[in-house]
T-cell receptor, first 107, second 113 residues
Framework: DAKTTQPNSMESNEEEPVHLPCNHS???????IHWYRQLPSQGPEYVIH???SNVNNRMASLAIAEDRKSSTLILHRATLRDAAVYYC????????FGKGTRLHILP | KAGVTQTPRYLIKTRGQQVTLSCSPI?????VSWYQQTPGQGLQFLFE???????NKGNFPGRFSGRQFSNSRSEMNVSTLELGDSALYLC????????????FGPGTRLLVL
């Protein structure tokens, strides 16, 4: 079973920031938090990952709660190309995908 | 650098047949994982190979098997196909570290009639 909980879907306007939440209350001290996304008709692609500290890369930012029981993926300025299913995953020895959040971007 | 490639991209089989899918990882990657994606079950982990050895296995019946060659290329075999095996089969490659990023291929879409 997936160890993370995400909303089924979210909507955002184009060029606005998007905050995608993820709860992982059973996280262990060594679990990394990974985010992948799957664009329509493509395989999943890596977005970002972190352990304890907030992380930034060219695609997104990852904010991790102090107790590590939740995290938020932040897309600073959503575009239509960001419409995808976003998966929050706790990575131990294998990736277990949950249902993810389907992000809709409104023009 | 070329990405993960999977062949064939589309496949139609009938019940009872067997099928072999192929995955070529990114150059330098030693780990290959396989996933099944269906609308009902989502993305499910099948197995992972590292240096020609199966390192992890998901909860799939023995009809699903795989192997990895010395050049890290991997094949997945499904015997005695069932209608429920219709799915998108994805492979992902990585350097092999436990928490390493995985890079996914475009998938092979299998339809079982």
């Amino acid at each position: 079973d997936a160890k993370t909980t995400q909303p089924n879907s979210m909507e955002s306007n184009e060029e606005e920031p998007v905050h995608l939440p993820c709860n992982h209350s059973t996280i262990s001290g060594t679990d990394y938090i990974h985010w992948y996304r799957q664009l329509p008709s493509q395989g999943p692609e890596y977005v970002i990952h972190g352990l304890t500290s907030n992380v930034n890369n060219r695609m997104a930012s990852l904010a991790i709660a102090e107790d590590r029981k939740s995290s938020t993926l932040i897309l600073h300025r959503a575009t239509l190309r960001d419409a995808a299913v976003y998966y929050c995953i706790l990575l131990d020895d294998k990736i277990i995908f949950g249902k993810g959040t389907r992000l809709h971007i409104l023009p | 650098k070329a990405g993960v490639t999977q062949t064939p991209r589309y496949l139609i089989k009938t019940r009872g047949q067997q099928v072999t899918l192929s995955c070529s990882p990114i150059s330098g990657h030693r780990s290959v994982s396989w996933y099944q994606q269906t609308p009902g079950q989502g993305l499910q982990f099948l197995f992972e190979y590292f240096s020609e050895t199966q390192r992890n296995k998901g909860n799939f019946p023995g009809r699903f098997s795989g192997r990895q060659f010395s050049n890290s290329r991997s094949e997945m075999n499904v015997s005695t196909l069932e209608l429920g095996d219709s799915a998108l089969y994805l492979c992902a490659s990585g350097f092999g570290g436990t928490w390493e990023t995985q890079y996914f291929g475009p998938g092979t879409r299998l339809l079982v009639l």
